[in-house]
């Protein structure tokens, strides 16, 4: 269960990171917060607040579209489900 929805997470996150209607920093943040989330050193419960946290500050960088902003906050809903499973 939990892996398919770092699947969900995963998938989406490349998605964002490959939206060209994205800048740049915003889809250079995605890409971070995926291999935070496949890091496997870490509990799950830690990579996904990590993700959540970096995630985080780019839901708040102004130059961000509305859309982009609407899936961030999206991925962070499912990833605190996750944070708070383990």
Do not use: C, F, Y
Not at 31 to 40: E, I, M, S, V
């Amino acid at each position: 269960m939990a892996v398919d929805k770092v699947k969900q997470v995963t998938d989406v996150l490349d998605m964002l990171a490959d939206d060209t209607s994205i800048p740049r920093n915003i889809r250079k943040g995605a890409t971070d917060a995926k291999a935070r989330l496949l890091d496997t050193k870490e509990a799950m419960d830690v990579r996904a607040t990590s993700a959540i946290v970096i995630l985080d500050d780019l839901a708040n960088d102004p130059n961000i579209p509305l859309h982009g902003r609407t899936v961030i906050w999206q991925v962070i809903s499912q990833l605190e489900t996750m944070s708070q499973q383990n």
